[in-house]
């Protein structure tokens, strides 16, 4: 599942990025690498997607969260799922 | 001392042993280095950058004989990695590259030193940019000691303080232990004698998750300390550690049971992201160290569910906008002129009694006192409470999470001219005042950007052109006078765009491509000690950098003003403005100004004395005239006909698109001088000069095109 369409609330782990690798170690460097697990917390505008991960929560552009590849770990319904 | 700190004390020469702080943005690195440092503190350029770093004192207050009384303490640019992605991350990047390593090998064709299970990389190349913390170790620091050294010869002290630290603090948020320990790692593989601040502790503690220093101590094998530096907590145990390591009885060698290879990317095709062993080594010391927690979500997000939609995220933002920008007029004013007003009227007081007294009144030299020095100091001097409010609300606004968040909603709009959303700030207070828009740069992350929007604000038309505009409409448009002002700011607008795009497609050309990725840091209650210590500690900057230029430029324009140029006068007479060296230069450059119809020479003095200070256009040409100036700008009376008189006469008739090329002019042609000592406080000689000419070649075009087809209808 693409991060930029992953439901509210997901918790989710990365597999791989599509990205470039300049990018993709920067993602990497903050904490959203492979094996990781990441919690889908908002949607801004132009469809960006806020994640915490590795402690830090990170705005991502649609783009860049389009380039990042996840699986569900489990559909967890915290409170900002159900506010979707 | 460990035999790093004893290879760079060479580089050092006797200097005091220098101590970085290394941590990725937001962590309180700043807040830290003023607690550490007080008032014994400068800000410093890094070499050929607009890349501004912060270099103080630090007492140790140590009993140890072992230990230096004092080190310096440096605030490096915050970075996530040491393979830098921006000018701010790649000046600490080469700030902690021990660069007294002797050069072995070229940075073109280094061979990898331990490459354990990666051989076929050996030979590789690193782009000139990136600091390789391992293999690049040898070559990297080797073309880093190159670029200092060359620094240093050519602008002595400025740069002394990067070329390799004795002992680099790194700091650990508690929040966010990943990426910390990643940069900690980095710093470990390039042999960076090291030890460990931990920070954010209270926010980290309230979300459940608990730093065990000990544990973290015995999995790192250097010293950690907690500090808390907005409560102004942990510098004597971050002292105490400091001088017991540089005294020898500690090892500042991090534990690193890795033979690792991080490279840059560019020659690196075939790299695996998911096996970098140091991202592994960051894992399992998170593991050992009991710092993982699985991600949870906190008060922030709570926030953000709604500071983060577009419907209530924009008009907060504008609301937010609002408010600075009062802040910077309605509040300023007062403050200002309150400040300027008791410096040359008080003091001026004091100084006119002191010449009294021994004799010296009256002549050239007070004249020198009052009108020069002093009318410089005051304008500084109004500036002060201007520059504070501004400080003060960027340190709100940063330190309680909030720019980041800011930058979020409106980066759709600044991307479009290449910029981050934070630099709508900057330039929304450049239409109050551009000085402190050229300060609020500062909340930008990327140096090419700050440089970008501190070039683009001066066109924002400040509340002092404001005068100009007000007068000049009142006189040729009277019916339609706010219409024209409006007018005027529409315009101004516009050229702030047309700026920025052409900025954008040219010198900054690789600005802005970045996708966006956003660290949002937790909200926090703004602390008001550090607040309260930071705002003095940059209008002090302000004052002793920018105020030095300001009060010398007075002076110059007090030379122009007072020195005669036909007989009869003396210096320090009042001499009309037509007989003053300011009427002789004006009158030679008059001509320059024939194409967009105002070659006139009380025009013409006009904007050399709007150099000084906008508002003091008008009041010249009044006086060029021989009448006084309006007290309101747009009740002009007699003047009106004479200005008119004379824009008819130097436009052949076309004195309305004269008018209107003179005020162009006036939107564009050089911001203020104070402006001008502000740019080149933050971003140096050679870019604010090259700024300056650009918008004066950008404004005399405007004039003369807007003035060759006005003359045409």
């Not at chain 2, 840091?521 to 602390?527: A, E, F, K, T």
Request: proline letters at 6%.
């Amino acid at each position: 599942m693409r991060l930029s369409e992953a439901p509210l609330g997901a918790k989710l782990r990365v597999e791989r990025s599509s990205l470039d690798k300049q990018l993709a170690l920067r993602l990497c460097e903050l904490g959203l690498r492979p094996g990781c697990e990441v919690c889908v917390m908002q949607r801004t505008v132009f469809g960006g997607t806020v994640v915490v991960c590795g402690g830090h929560r990170l705005a991502l552009d649609k783009a860049t969260a389009a380039g990042v590849l996840t699986r569900p770990v489990s559909t967890v319904l915290e409170p900002a799922a159900t506010a979707a | 001392m460990t035999s790093l700190s004893t290879e760079t004390g060479t580089a050092a020469g006797t200097g005091p042993q220098r101590v970085m702080l290394v941590g990725n943005p937001n962590v309180g690195k700043s807040t830290l280095f003023n607690l550490l440092t007080g008032a014994r503190q400068k800000t410093m350029n890094a070499p050929r950058t607009t890349v501004a770093f912060e270099s103080g004192r630090w007492r140790l207050r140590s009993t140890d004989p072992a230990a230096p009384a004092t080190v310096r303490l440096i605030d490096l640019p915050g970075t996530y990695s040491l393979l830098a992605q921006s000018p701010d991350e790649q000046v600490t990047a080469e700030a902690v590259s021990p660069a007294a390593i002797p050069a072995t090998s070229s940075s073109g064709s280094s061979a990898s030193l331990g490459a354990t299970g990666r051989a076929k990389n050996q030979g590789h190349k690193h782009s000139s940019a990136t600091a390789c913390p391992h293999c690049g170790a040898k070559s990297a620091a080797a073309k880093d000691g190159h670029l200092v050294g060359a620094g240093r010869a050519e602008s002595g002290r400025e740069t002394d303080g990067l070329s390799g630290p004795d002992l680099a603090i790194a700091m650990l948020d508690a929040n966010a232990p990943a990426s910390s320990l990643y940069l900690i790692g980095q710093l470990a593989l390039l042999g960076v004698p090291l030890i460990v601040a931990v920070t954010m502790a209270d926010v980290a503690r309230s979300r459940g998750v608990l730093v065990d220093t000990a544990q973290l101590r015995d999995v790192l094998g250097v010293p950690v300390v907690e500090v808390d530096p907005r409560r102004g907590k942990g510098g004597e145990r971050l002292a105490e550690t400091v001088a017991a390591v540089l005294a020898g009885k500690i090892s500042p060698r991090v534990k690193l049971p890795l033979e690792a290879e991080i490279c840059g990317l560019d020659d690196k095709p075939d790299l695996d992201l998911a096996s970098d062993p140091l991202f592994d080594w960051v894992a399992e010391t998170i593991a050992a160290a009991s710092l993982d927690r699985p991600p949870t979500p906190a008060g922030s997000d709570k926030v953000d569910r709604w500071l983060l939609k577009w419907w209530i995220g924009t008009p907060v933002f504008l609301a937010i906008l609002w408010l600075v920008f009062e802040a910077t007029t309605v509040l300023a004013g007062p403050l200002q002129e309150a400040f300027e007003g008791f410096v040359v009227n008080v003091m001026g007081g004091w100084v006119q009694a002191g010449l009294n007294l021994i004799g010296w009144d009256g002549g050239w030299f007070e004249s020198l006192l009052q009108d020069g020095l002093l009318a410089g100091v005051g304008i500084v001097a109004g500036f002060v409470p201007l520059m504070a409010i501004i400080f003060l609300a960027i340190a709100l606004l940063e330190d309680s999470g909030y720019m980041a968040r800011a930058a979020l909603v409106s980066d759709r709009l600044m991307r479009l001219i290449g910029l981050d959303g934070r630099a709508v700030l900057p330039l929304v207070i450049g239409f109050g005042c551009n000085i402190p828009a050229v300060a609020a740069t500062k909340t930008l992350p990327d140096a090419r950007q700050r440089l970008m929007t501190g070039l683009m604000a001066p066109y924002a038309s400040c509340t002092a052109r404001l005068v100009i505009f007000l007068f000049i409409a009142s006189v040729f448009f009277p019916e339609h006078a706010g219409s024209v002002v409006f007018g005027m700011y529409l315009i101004s607008a516009g050229l702030i765009v047309l700026v920025g795009l052409v900025l954008h497609k040219t010198a900054f050309r690789s600005v802005g491509d970045q996708p966006l990725i956003l660290v949002l840091p937790p909200y926090q209650v703004p602390r008001l000690m550090p607040l309260f210590r930071s705002v003095v500690l940059r209008c002090r900057n302000f004052v002793l950098r920018a105020g030095q230029v300001i009060v010398v430029l007075s002076i110059v324009v007090w030379g122009l003003l007072s020195i005669p140029v036909t007989a009869g006068y003396t210096v320090g007479d009042e001499i009309p403005a037509q007989d003053s060296l300011l009427g002789a230069v004006a009158e030679g450059i008059a001509p320059v100004f024939a194409p967009a119809g105002f070659d006139d020479w009380h025009v013409t003095a006009s904007l050399m004395t709007g150099f000084v200070a906008k508002e003091a256009a008008v009041g010249t040409m009044a006086t060029s005239f021989g009448m006084e100036e309006p007290e309101d700008p747009t009740q002009v009376g007699d003047l009106s006909s004479k200005v008119r008189a004379a824009l008819d006469a130097s436009s052949g008739g076309h004195g309305n698109a004269a008018a209107w090329a003179y005020m162009l002019f006036c939107l564009g042609y050089a911001p203020c001088m104070a402006t001008v000592a502000e740019q080149r406080r933050v971003f140096g000689l050679k870019p604010t000069a090259a700024a300056l000419g650009l918008s004066l070649a950008i404004s005399w075009l405007l004039a003369v095109v807007v003035f060759q087809l006005g003359a045409l209808l």
